[in-house]
T-cell receptor, first 116, second 116 residues
Framework: DVKVTQSSRYLVKRTGEKVFLECVQDMDHENMFWYRQDPGLGLRLIYFSYDVKMKEKGDIPEGYSVSREKKERFSLILESASTNQTSMYLC???????????????FGQGTRLTVV | AQKVTQAQTEISVVEKEDVTLDCVYETRDTTYYLFWYKQPPSGELVFLIRRNSFDEQNEISGRYSWNFQKSTSSFNFTITASQVVDSAVYFCALTSYYNQGGKLIFGQGTELSVKP
């Protein structure tokens, strides 16, 4: 069974802390994505990566960074957590699109982060 | 710019009723993909369907059916004879044909509650 696994379901952190959200996929996918989900806003793309050590900004990258040192792992970093980063964070992966039309993405179960 | 609108925030039905979830999109791309995902209480987004802009045929899968109309930029989802297990948040999403799968623009989501 294919899987995208996020290291924590729930996290509570203090304002100003450095926070790491980890995501691992076992499908050998080239692409990985981080989204945040907020009520009334749906999911919004934070960052994505097409390959190891590559990253691109999504629609809302401010306050976040990412790291992809290995193909299977994609980390989201909150350098200095703030209360407005309290949200549900979802990781996804997909195989590379070589021009034949893209495929669906596979999502993890989400990490609900609360910053107090 | 691309945009997806799901105007229905919450829908509540009684088991065995039919229910339609609306999705309207905006894009300047001539070729694109549309998706529906289901998010049960466990949090993980589950892929339901992908439809490319070349193909306006409606699709039926068991109790699920999808109506794609390019003329009205809509991609509506109908559940026939709803069941309690259909209770979830449903997301419609859009991406350009040549984007990497997973680089999606999501609607706000519709929370469906099916009561016994």
């Amino acid at each position: 069974d294919v899987k995208v696994t996020q290291s924590s379901r729930y996290l509570v952190k203090r304002t100003g802390e450095k926070v790491f959200l980890e995501c691992v996929q076992d499908m050998d996918h080239e692409n990985m994505f981080w989204y945040r989900q907020d009520p009334g806003l749906g999911l919004r793309l934070i960052y994505f990566s097409y390959d190891v050590k590559m990253k691109e900004k999504g629609d809302i990258p401010e306050g976040y960074s990412v790291s992809r040192e290995k193909k299977e792992r994609f980390s989201l970093i909150l350098e200095s957590a703030s209360t407005n980063q309290t949200s549900m964070y979802l990781c996804a992966s997909s195989p590379i699109n070589l021009g034949q039309g893209n495929t669906e993405a596979f999502f993890g179960q989400g990490t609900r982060l609360t910053v107090v | 710019a691309q945009k997806v609108t799901q105007a229905q925030t919450e829908i509540s039905v009684v088991e065995k009723e039919d229910v339609t979830l609306d999705c309207v999109y905006e894009t300047r791309d001539t070729t694109y993909y549309l998706f529906w995902y289901k998010q049960p209480p466990s949090g993980e987004l589950v892929f339901l369907i992908r439809r490319n802009s070349f193909d306006e045929q409606n699709e039926i899968s068991g109790r699920y059916s999808w109506n794609f109309q390019k003329s009205t930029s809509s991609f509506n989802f109908t559940i026939t004879a709803s069941q309690v297990v259909d209770s979830a948040v449903y997301f419609c999403a859009l991406t350009s044909y040549y984007n990497q799968g997973g680089k999606l623009i999501f609607g706000q989501g519709t929370e469906l509650s099916v009561k016994p």
